[in-house]
Every structure is written in C-alpha cells, then in structure tokens.
C-alpha cells in the first residue's frame, strides 16, 4: 500500500504527468465524483493492471446535476477515499475546487448528440452536457492515455465513447462490468441513501430486468417481459419506476432487432432515491 499524491490545481497535477510522460510511461484515469465504493475500486483497479501511471479524479461536478437539491446532498468523504484509492494503489488523486474548474468566464459547453438525448438525457436535462464537458476538461488536464468507465452508466459510457471519437480525443475509453452487491444491487453512492427498509427491497430491479431478458430470450414479446418487470418492481414497493427500455446498446435508439446488441436500461424511485441499472439482452 502507498498514499497517493493528492493535487489541486492543473498545474500541479501537469508537474507530475509531462514528467510520466517524457518517461514514456501510460497513463490511465478513473473520473469519480468521490464517495468511493467498490464500483471505483474495480476501475482504478483496471487502470492499474493496464497503465503505468493511475489518476482518480474527485470532483463533484455542479455542471451535471439538473437538481440542485441531489448537487446538495452528494456525499464528501475526500480522506476516506484516499484511504481506499491506497489500497489499489493509485498514483495520484486530481480533486480540485470547483474554480479551478470553472474560473470565472467559464464559457464552453460540449453537447453530444443523439446518443444523449433519449432516456437520462430527457428526465435530466443538460446533465450530459455537464458529464461530456467535465469529461473533456479532465481528459485535457490529465493528458491521459486511457479512461475508465463503469457500464453501471451504460448511457454515459456511449457518450462518452461518441465524445472522443468525433472530437479525435486521443483516449481509449474502457468500459468496466457492474459490480453488484449480493442481491444484484448495482453499486452507487446513491444506494447509501435508502433507508434500511428500502435497501432491503433494492435488489428488485435487478432481479426484474434480468428476468425479463430472459423471457425475451426465450421468445417473449419484449412488451409483455417489461412490464411484468414495472409490476415486479412497483410490487416490491418502489414509488415509481420512470422508464425500463430495451435499446440499441450503442445508440440507445429504440430496438427491436434481436440479432443486435441490446440493452435493456432502468430508472425507478425508492425512498425518494432515484436508482438506474441496465443489463445486456
Ligand atoms: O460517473 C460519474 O461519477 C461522473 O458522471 C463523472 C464521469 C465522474 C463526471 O463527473
């Protein structure tokens, strides 16, 4: 185990990464607004198998929260995650203020199209425009080789990856499995705020989307399997469920072609805490 440099400001952070690169070593880099859990864990630790040099960046980024109240409750838990990031170990730890990455004048805004407008695009409005514009900056400041992405966030994944391919941003985006706790819960820092009853219960949307896949695998109409899966998770004792959507995986346009690759998404409230997961079909 070895504690990770922790920098704030761009400049600091160039220091350390022109001279990893004038030794030509990689440089990989897992974005997090901190809050640590396995999920981050599993993606530094990716990097470090691949890269010579891992960078975890922790900023909660203002620009990608469309509801100022959730900008609000986010957790800060800066000294814990350092204390997790130096288990992986990381190299360095990027988390600077918010004016060192909107200083006054900020002015610049990067909007992908199609890929983020369906699904979170359109019940969060602008918040892609925040993740591909922080996603941008940090990939400029970092001077990464590669970035590492959770499919947890399977839509943010596909901008992302449309991102770098149509503004020749030279990083290789890495998309890493879910990881789940034992009821099929994808991990979040969200989780953290259901009430013991509702945490109980969370497991439920997994367990319903993937028996849903399964129907429609096994020759169900795609119709029926989601809504079974709506009636299973309101039944559970979800709120709401927003959407549940079997989609193009990589354009996240509808799909009904089962010799392409599918994904079925899902948003749903529990305790007031809005939970997604997405699984292939
Ligand atoms: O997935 C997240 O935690 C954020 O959207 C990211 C990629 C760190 C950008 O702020």
Known sequence: ?????????????????????????????????????????????????????????????????NNPEDLLKYPHSEEADAALLATVPVDLIFAPA?????????????????????????????????????????????????????????????????????????????????????????MSSRNLRLTEAGRAKAGVLYAAITAAAEDIRAGQSDRMAIREAAEAIRAAGFERVEYIELRDAATLMPSDDPASPRRMLAAAWLDGVRLIDNIPV
């Open 98 to 186: 918010r004016e060192e990455v909107y200083p006054d004048g900020f002015k610049t805004v990067v909007t992908v199209g199609g890929v983020s407008e369906p699904l979170e695009g359109r019940m969060r409005p602008g918040h892609f425009d925040g993740v591909a514009t922080v996603v941008t900056k940090l990939f400029g400041m970092t001077m990464a080789d590669r970035g590492y992405f959770g499919q947890k966030d399977w839509q943010q994944l596909q901008v992302v990856q449309r991102l770098v391919r149509d503004l020749n941003i030279p990083v290789q985006i890495i998309g890493c499995e879910t990881i789940r706790e034992a009821d099929g819960l994808a």
């Open 1 to 65: 185990m070895s504690t990770p440099v922790i920098v704030r400001t761009v400049e600091a952070l160039r220091a350390h990464t022109r001279a990893w690169r004038a030794a030509g070593e990689s440089i990989g880099v897992v974005p997090t607004m901190g809050a640590l859990h396995d999920g981050h864990l599993s993606l530094a630790r990716a990097a470090r198998r691949d890269c010579a040099r891992v960078i975890t960046t922790i900023f909660v980024n203002p620009m990608q929260f």
